[in-house]
């Protein structure tokens, strides 16, 4: 199935990028092209099959409820592109 | 022979006989980095001072005998995905350069305990997306053993650094390949561990599902001892596998009398490169020679394998990659006005084409109408693929297939085409995705000296098997000890 350009539009809003024209030419070919070679999966067979999310029989990992010390929070500013007031400074919200 | 070409066992062979000091190493790691690395472009970041300080406390500990493990005193280099704290951490992005994450990965604070020294941070394809380091949005790394070709990916870096001596050991990271497929391509030996063998709290996440950190390293013992210290629980990541972690490089067997090696039929195809599919018919011939049994076996779903990756690594990435969003670090636009603007100009400036490309791919995948047909579709899929693994593991040892269809291609050569270079990961996709452990080991090289690699598979856990089998071969032949020439 061939997806497009609209697609790709669309694909990109929900991935939060802005892609140029010419970019949108180049990815409807290219996704194109890769989800052609993927849907070869549609021809098999897996009725009765239990997907594999994960591959090692683990589930519900839990700890004891008890405080430790975490990463400092001035580090964690530093790296910030904008703080203020011990919180991340972001433009308009709505 | 200078310091900085020996092994991991060769020097703390000389370090506990107070032969050398670890200063002196670094030293001519250093010196090696400064003579070669111009031409190969292997890292983006020296950690001197660090390396330096940490070459320092080695060598305490050695001169008082306290706590002195194979690694103390070990130059060793980081796959620029790993968070070392107050050090430029950049998985190669735009995004993130300049980053200084405020803590270390698990992974290296495991070698640091063990006395290792950081030599440096090492290129890599963006984000791991890729399989040459063209991906890389700050430079190229050549491959040692052919300077116009590519060392493969996405530690590409880590794998160059190796082969050409600019560190005694080097980490990668893996999801499709990306550890097995550049050792292969530039004849160095590298282990993707089982996946939840090695912490992955502090790896910048790709795949969820199938990431793991592995050594690469000049020989399988080297190899060996640096897994014993990777591995492990880790309180810090929920999928780290509660298993215990064997003294690997003690416990490799002298022979591998009665060892079953599978050669499934699904990997020795026409239209591979015939000098790469002969060296490793060679190399079974050799094992078979020595005791070991052959049987040639089926893993028929691999031929899916590809299709599943292409659609559950970039789902996962997709998700992973939603935290860039120019809030807490990383790149931010400041023009945009208002949050969603801000967000799609950070994410548009920040990202290379491969990782938008891959993102895009994610989110159509996992999107209403589109995720039954495509992501579980491909998770059942995954499935039938595991119990290929499953049925085989149950009658053989180790598997052994070639690590990569071609040697090195050229720089700039399947840049253009995604699909002809996501082809390059078809024989180490199939394995990851059961969640298998996989070496390559230098098997030869092909007529204009290009480096082939044979591909190691166990079962899950089972890393010890790979271990026996491929230090028995290495004992047997010398393609791992030769050099690249420059």
């Not at chain 2, 939840?196 to 060996?224: C, E, H, M, W």
């Not at chain 2, 899950?460 to 028995?472: C, G, L, S, T, V």
Request: proline share 5%; aromatic share 8%; charged share 25%.
């Amino acid at each position: 199935m061939a997806i497009t350009r609209k697609d790709v539009e669309y694909i990109a809003n929900l991935s939060r990028l802005e892609i140029s024209e010419s970019e949108v030419d180049e990815y409807t070919k290219q996704l194109s092209d890769i989800l052609e070679h993927i849907n070869r999966l549609s021809k098999i067979n897996t009725d009765n099959v239990e997907p594999t999310y994960f591959v090692i029989d683990m589930k519900n990992v839990t700890r004891e409820d008890k405080v430790e010390p975490s990463i400092d929070r001035k580090k964690v500013f530093d790296a910030a592109p904008s703080i203020e007031n011990n919180g991340f400074k972001v433009p308009k919200i709505i | 022979m200078d310091l900085n070409q020996l092994t991991i066992e060769e020097l703390h062979g000389q370090l506990i006989e107070k032969k050398i000091k670890p200063s002196e190493i670094l030293d001519s790691v250093y010196r090696r980095i400064e003579a070669v690395d111009p031409k190969v472009k292997a890292y983006l970041m020296l950690t001197k001072e660090l390396a330096y300080s940490q070459a320092k406390k080695a060598e305490e500990r050695l001169a008082k005998n306290d706590n002195v493990t194979e690694l103390t005193g070990i130059p060793i280099g980081i796959k620029d995905n790993m968070c070392l704290d107050g050090y430029e951490t950049t998985c190669a992005a735009q995004m993130l350069k300049g980053y200084k994450p405020p803590y270390t990965a698990t992974a290296l604070l495991n070698l640091e305990k063990a006395g290792a020294v950081f030599t440096g941070k090492l290129n890599m394809d963006e984000y791991a997306f890729g399989s040459s380091t063209e991906n890389s949005s700050f430079q190229t790394t050549h491959n040692p053993y052919d300077l116009t070709r590519v060392p493969g990916g996405s530690s590409g870096g880590s794998a160059a650094a190796v082969a050409s001596d600019m560190c005694i050991a080097a980490l990668g990271s893996d999801t499709g390949g990306s550890i097995k497929q550049p050792a292969s391509l530039c004849n160095v030996t590298g282990l993707r561990p089982t996946y939840g063998r090695v912490s992955r709290y502090g790896l910048i996440a790709f795949g969820s599902s199938l990431d793991q950190i592995g050594p690469i390293t000049k020989s399988v013992r080297d190899n060996a001892i640096l897994l014993k210290y990777l591995a492990g629980i880790d309180a810090k990541d929920s999928t780290s596998a509660p298993v215990g972690v064997p003294d690997y490089a003690k416990n490799i067997r002298p022979d591998i009398r009665g060892m079953k090696i599978g050669l499934p039929k699904e990997y020795f195809i026409d239209g591979m490169d015939a000098q790469v599919k002969s060296k490793i018919i060679d190399a079974v011939k050799l094992l078979e020679s020595s005791g070991a049994t052959v049987k040639e076996i089926s893993l028929p779903y691999t031929e899916y394998a590809l299709d599943v990756y292409y659609v559950v690594a970039p789902a996962e990435a997709s998700s992973n990659l939603a935290r860039f969003d120019g809030v807490q670090y990383g790149l931010r636009d400041t023009k945009a006005d208002n949050m969603i603007d801000m967000y799609k100009r950070s994410r548009s400036a920040g990202f290379g084409k491969e990782t938008k490309r891959r993102i895009m791919l994610g989110t159509y995948v996992l999107s209403s109408g589109y995720y039954d047909a495509y992501y579980k579709k491909a998770q059942k899929v995954r499935t039938l693929i595991k119990q290929d693994f499953d049925r085989a593991f149950a009658e053989v040892d180790v598997i052994l297939t070639p690590t990569s269809p071609t040697t090195a291609f050229k720089i700039g050569e399947k840049s253009s085409d995604p699909l002809t270079m996501y082809l390059s990961d078809i024989f180490t996709i199939a394995p990851n995705m059961a969640g298998m452990p996989g070496m390559s080991v230098p098997a030869g090289f092909d007529s204009s000296g290009l480096p082939i690699g044979m591909q190691v598979l166990s079962a899950p856990f089972n890393e010890q098997m790979i271990f026996d089998m491929a230090d028995f071969y290495q004992k047997k032949t010398n393609w791992h000890t030769i050099k690249p020439k420059f």
